[in-house]
T-cell receptor
Framework: QKEVEQNSGPLSVPEGAIASLNCTYS??????FFWYRQYSGKSPELIMF????GDKEDGRFTAQLNKASQYVSLLIRDSQPSDSATYLC?????????FGAGTILRVKS | DVKVTQSSRYLVKRTGEKVFLECVQD?????MFWYRQDPGLGLRLIYF???????EKGDIPEGYSVSREKKERFSLILESASTNQTSMYLC????????????FGDGTRLSIL
């Protein structure tokens, strides 16, 4: 059974701080990882994906992948109240994605 | 941009009814998926399809069936709705190529009374 684990939170950070969201996965063979953001009552929207070890940056977002330790993280710099949402980590398994349960992020102004 | 459209945002049905949830995508994606999402349980895969008339069970297929008669359309059917099927239902589609993300519709919040 492929598993993706996330701390459910909530993770509370002040406005302007760096929010760090973490995810671990059980299948050492997992190759690709996706971060989705989901606002309350809305559907998940893709923020970033990462396939290679190391960091990938896109604006205020940085995804970090460490395959040896089997974790992937998402850093949000200069956090804004509009970043308050649930963040879902997912990894590919065949043609499917396996999702974590998500971490609730609250950015306080 | 990928567009995945679910037929209803909110739906209220009665116990025992047969319920149809429709999903259409406009990106010619081979793969389509149906999930349900419940508080504390995350996204759970009900069924998926990787081609027309093809379907595979996900993690929680009991009480559901699906239909994929055309590439762009994937229907979820609740054969005899029960109150424990009250949930948010999400449809998604993706390309079959490796490392491709899934794109989600807006979701259908289904209440079974």
């Amino acid at each position: 059974q492929k598993e993706v684990e996330q701390n459910s939170g909530p993770l509370s950070v002040p406005e302007g701080a760096i929010a760090s969201l973490n995810c671990t996965y059980s299948d050492r063979g997992s190759q690709s990882f996706f971060w989705y953001r989901q606002y309350s009552g809305k559907s998940p929207e893709l923020i970033m994906f990462i396939y290679s070890n190391g960091d990938k940056e896109d604006g205020r977002f940085t995804a970090q992948l460490n395959k040896a330790s089997q974790y992937v993280s998402l850093l949000i710099r200069d956090s804004q109240p509009s970043d308050s949402a649930t963040y879902l980590c997912a990894t590919e398994y065949g043609n499917k994605l396996v999702f974590g349960a998500g971490t609730i992020l609250r950015v306080k102004s | 941009d990928v567009k995945v459209t679910q037929s209803s945002r909110y739906l209220v049905k009665r116990t025992g009814e047969k319920v149809f949830l429709e999903c259409v995508q406009d990106m010619d994606h081979e793969n389509m998926f149906w999930y349900r999402q419940d508080p504390g349980l995350g996204l759970r895969l009900i069924y998926f399809s990787y081609d027309v008339k093809m379907k595979e069970k996900g993690d929680i297929p009991e009480g559901y069936s699906v239909s994929r008669e055309k590439k762009e359309r994937f229907s979820l059917i609740l054969e005899s709705a029960s109150t424990n099927q009250t949930s948010m239902y999400l449809c998604a589609s993706s390309s079959p190529d490796s490392n491709q993300p899934q794109h989600f519709g807006d979701g259908t919040r289904l209440s079974i009374l």
